[in-house]
């Protein structure tokens, strides 16, 4: 090789090795991991303090809260900042978005929460008339008011939204909730698994409604028995089906590699009732952090 030759190599090296590499080699990882705590719900009532810090333990940096079993706000964020976590969500029931929002919004200020999340309409509204319309309207104002706070108001679905409704004119209620409620006041935390159970496509909703889904419960399925109904008006009813992330039926890379067009910022871990909680938020922890998408 003559000098010219080597140069023009050397040069061609250094250029190739400045350029991003192409667009199919780019991996994706989840950065930071979440679990939503009413998986290990038993053990944050006999011991609330301990179990945040085996969560901590076990890798997760952010987690989101089912209740705060008597504690202070002042105190939870302590405990929180004490084990390096954060609680970027909670979840907070129907009665408590109707009836004492202004109280949780200042608890979600005092722990650092940037979403509440609404994650269960009792049946009997769901039955009613214009039960749905009365959701999406409370939504809307529960919405405007926590983002004038700087919060993020969301709802968090299971299987009933997607089983069509005489109500609504055989329309599913998750497509009636996405229309009726502004997208900027309400977004979804869309549970990965029990949109599966339903047989619908999560990444179906995330091409059509982009931006929606800023959060997500991340949770597998064994293989359904044949003949499942798929949507029930009780999904926690019958969970034997659940299992850890990774373990089950549901393809993790195809949903997570639209994770930017859904809008997904938290992932959030979750299983209903694992035999060994801690053992279950661990398996799953370490399948998502070597996963790439």
């Not at 994650?119 to 319309?133: A, L």
């Not at 979804?188 to 409604?209: H, Q, R, T």
């Not at 959030?268 to 070597?290: C, G, T």
């Amino acid at each position: 090789m003559n000098r010219r030759t080597f140069l023009e190599a050397s040069i061609g090296a250094v250029v190739a090795s400045s350029l991003p590499p192409p667009a199919f080699a780019t991996e994706h990882r989840i950065e930071k991991i979440g679990v939503q705590l009413y998986t290990v719900r038993g053990a944050m009532k006999s011991d609330f303090d301990g179990t945040i810090a085996k969560v901590a333990a076990t890798g997760y940096k952010e987690v989101e809260f089912a209740g705060y079993f008597d504690h202070s706000p002042k105190d939870i964020r302590a405990l929180l900042d004490k084990n390096g976590l954060t609680a970027p969500s909670c979840h907070v029931p129907y009665d408590v978005v109707a009836n004492h929002w202004e109280e949780q919004l200042d608890a979600a200020h005092a722990i650092g929460h940037k979403f509440i999340v609404c994650p269960w309409i009792d049946e009997k509204q769901r039955q009613s008339p214009d039960g749905w319309k009365r959701a999406a309207e409370l939504f809307n104002k529960a919405g405007e008011a926590s983002t004038k706070a700087g919060i993020q108001f969301a709802y968090h679905n299971h299987t009933f939204e997607f089983r069509p409704s005489p109500l609504l004119d055989g329309k599913l209620p998750y497509d009636f909730l996405l229309a009726e409620c502004d997208p900027k006041l309400v977004k979804m935390e869309m549970d990965l698994c029990w949109i599966s159970v339903a047989g619908k496509d999560p990444v179906a909703y995330f091409n059509k409604y982009p931006g929606r889904f800023p959060l997500v419960h991340v949770k597998d399925i064994k293989p359904l028995p044949k003949g499942a109904e798929g949507p029930t008006e009780n999904p926690d009813k019958n969970i034997s089906f659940l299992t850890e992330v990774g373990s089950g039926t549901i393809d993790w890379k195809r949903i997570f590699a639209d994770s930017e067009k859904a809008g997904i910022q938290h992932y959030f871990v979750e299983h209903d009732n694992p035999a060994d909680p801690f053992a279950s938020i661990r398996k799953s922890y370490e399948y998502l952090r070597a996963l790439r998408f």
